[in-house]
């Protein structure tokens, strides 16, 4: 069985020294010191080869040296420095021009800086200036022609070099010593002989004779260099048998070691113990092989468990949605069976009415559909109010501002009238002055040509519910008070405060010398000119929430879903309308030589168009997602506002 490759080694044949190598060697004298003398090394002086006894077991000075270095490199050789520590001793002293400024060391990876300097690459990184023109150093590009003279230099073999003793100061130091630092090194006279240069001293060192290595047949031999390491093997008294690692137990030298391969039982097996490795080392790599499919499959295991996992929260997520749609679509189809019973409710009122003939003609013109809608606050609508000479609607929100809508032309935005802190509740507009009124108990006055803010006036101590004006005064209502204000060019002066009211004012409607005020159960006439009460109306259903005026009735909304109507002129209640299931927020008129409806508002979502010839409700609207808030009409078209932030418009 051959050895070459195994544990034991013996010294058998000497190899031959290899040719020359791609580097140039010099030889230096003994007595060199601070001048040296270079010689080429002798290439003959080499061993001349041994034949072994035994070709079978003999182990060449080649793979004896290749089996050292392979496989005993990190147990048995001396660990090799890192290249910043390796001594270098150079064989002459090197220019100055190859040393770097800041370490003072000749140059190790130079590079080029942005100030145009060479520097070590550690030193530009680890130091903020140049020493030259303390400019800020950056890393450019390698300096490889400074990279390339250096590595020409010739230094001493490492294994021809020691630690210095300390130089005197004063001295002059050799070229063959680095001094001025701590563990500088210099020539070993009885090291390597040998000067290499810089760029090729690895490779001289790798096969250098006198590097030191350990014998491999026993660690506990004293240490060798490479060149003594053959004639050791021959003397060494650890030599193992190949098979030890059978169970053979011979260890002796190189006489006893052939000796014994002529009588060890595991030689005569070599080929089958051969075969029997090499089958345990192909169950090795099949059962590596299995173990690396297993883990492939252990990983795709655990993504296919996380996808499932994944795939269960989407499938819990799509439920969830599923359930949230399911409870929406149901309270939608709720709803819209309210909706319907409304509407079958409105359809038996009016088939009773046109049964007992009280209902008077038909018209299909008179129908009333949703034209359009105008979308832009983010907050419930409050308020609307409309400027007839510029076919402008404004809009007040809990978004604390006031829309400017064109309802002729672009039917578009103009402007977002923005000053309020509260929600804006009341708008009224006298000549070209828009009046606003807001939760932050405040009144603005608005230009109504330019859209910009005039004036601002503390009103109330209480939000500002409503507005309207009449005969060049301005009426504001809040908490159990009425304000009178003198309307004078942008400024309002306060005339008076109409007191006795025992709730807060909501609706507010002038009409001709009177002036119409809600509150709980309650609507009080007053005299426009006297600003005192003429008359008290009695209602029920809670407080009034809004008021209407038409050429014959006073008509009034209240919390409880009630619409009052009286006549103006006797005062008398002449009738209750009912068909809301909500608060009647506003009131609205639209008058004709034939006819006069008024519009209602509620809670409910829905309109109502209201026939007051003959008291019933011809229309009900339904097209807002929230509480219909406020009402203006214009020009035969009404516009809605409502808590779903959309304004509406209604033709015939």
């Known amino acids: 069985m051959e050895a070459s490759f195994g544990p034991t080694f013996s010294a058998v044949a000497a190899g031959t020294k290899e040719g020359s190598s791609s580097y140039k060697q010099h030889r230096r004298t003994p007595s060199s010191s601070s001048t040296l003398n270079y010689s080429p090394r002798d290439d003959d002086d080499g061993m001349p080869p041994i034949t072994p006894r035994r070709s079978d077991s003999a182990i060449s000075i080649r793979s004896l040296h290749s089996e050292s270095n392979m496989s005993l490199r990190s147990t048995f050789s001396l660990h090799e420095e890192e290249e910043d520590t390796e001594p270098q001793v150079f064989a002459e002293q090197p220019s100055v021009k190859l040393c770097c400024q800041l370490c003072c060391n000749v140059f190790k990876d130079p590079v080029i800086t942005t100030c145009g300097h060479t520097f070590c690459r550690r030193c530009a990184l680890t130091s ?24 020409e230099l010739f230094i001493h073999c490492k294994y021809g070099c020691r630690a210095a003793a300390s130089v ?18 210099e020539v070993d006279p009885l090291g390597c002989p040998f000067t290499i240069k810089l760029s090729t001293r690895k490779e001289h060192e790798a096969s250098c004779d ?65 075969q029997t490795d090499d089958r345990f080392h192909e169950m090795q790599l099949t059962l590596a092989q299995k173990d690396q499919d297993i883990a492939f499959l252990r990983s795709m295991l655990g993504k296919l468990s996380e996808k499932l996992d994944q795939l269960e929260k989407n499938l819990e997520l799509k439920f969830d949605v599923l359930d949230e749609n399911q409870s929406k679509l149901s309270e939608d189809l709720m709803e819209f069976r309210r909706d319907a019973s409304m509407l079958n409710d409105e359809l038996s009122h009016i088939n009773a009415r046109l049964n007992m003939g009280i209902l008077g003609s038909y018209d299909p013109q008179q129908i009333f559909k949703c034209k359009g809608t105008f979308v832009g606050h983010q907050g419930p609508v409050w308020c609307l109010c409309v400027y007839s000479t510029g076919d402008l609607l404004f809009s007040g929100s809990s978004d604390k501002t006031i829309k400017v809508w064109d309802t002729c032309t672009t ?61 060049n005064m301005l009426f504001s209502g809040s908490l159990k008070a009425i304000k009178v204000w003198d309307i004078v060019v942008t400024e309002l002066k306060l005339k008076k405060e109409l007191t006795g009211l025992n709730h807060w004012v909501r609706a507010l409607v002038a009409s001709q010398n009177h002036l119409y005020s809600g509150s709980y159960q309650t609507i009080k006439i007053w ?99 929230g509480s219909v808030t406020a009402l203006a009409v214009s020009r035969g078209r009404l516009f809605s506002g409502a808590v779903d932030s959309t304004v509406k418009v209604w033709t015939c």
């Open 527 to 625: 005299d426009i000119r006297s600003l005192e009460c003429v008359h008290v109306l009695q209602t029920s259903g809670g407080s009034v929430y809004s008021i209407a005026v038409t050429n014959h009735h006073i008509v009034c909304g209240t919390y409880e879903n009630l619409i009052h109507v009286w006549d103006i002129e006797s005062k008398e209640q002449v009738r209750t309308l009912t068909g809301h299931v909500g608060t009647v927020y506003a009131l609205a008129v639209i008058s004709t030589p034939d006819q006069t409806k008024v519009f209602s508002a509620s809670y409910d979502r829905s309109l109502r168009v209201w026939s007051m010839d003959n008291m019933i409700c011809t229309q009900t609207l339904l097209r807002h997602q």
């Open 128 to 151: 903020d200036k140049c020493p030259v023109d303390a400019a800020k150093l950056t890393v450019v590009v390698n300096n490889i022609a400074v990279a390339e003279q250096i590595g």
């Open 168 to 185: 005197a100061g004063g001295a002059a130091a050799s070229p063959s010593i680095v001094a001025g630092k701590p563990g500088a090194y």
């Open 411 to 471: 039917y578009k935005c103009q402007k977002t009238l923005e000053g309020h802190d509260g929600i804006v509740l009341a708008l009224c507009i006298q000549g070209n002055r828009l009046y606003s009124g807001s939760a932050d108990c405040t009144i603005i006055v608005w230009d109504i040509q330019t859209l910009q803010k005039v004036n601002t006036i503390r009103a109330h101590d209480n939000p500002v519910c409503t507005l309207v004006s009449s005969h």
């Open 210 to 274: 006198y590097r030191p290595v350990r014998c491999p047949n026993n660690p506990s031999c004293p240490p060798l260099l490479t060149m003594n390491l053959e004639a050791h093997l021959k003397e060494c008294e650890h030599i193992k048998c190949p098979h030890s690692k059978y169970g053979c137990t011979f260890i002796g030298n190189q006489d006893t070691y052939e000796t014994h391969l002529e009588v060890c039982k595991f030689e005569g097996l070599k080929e089958f113990l051969q």
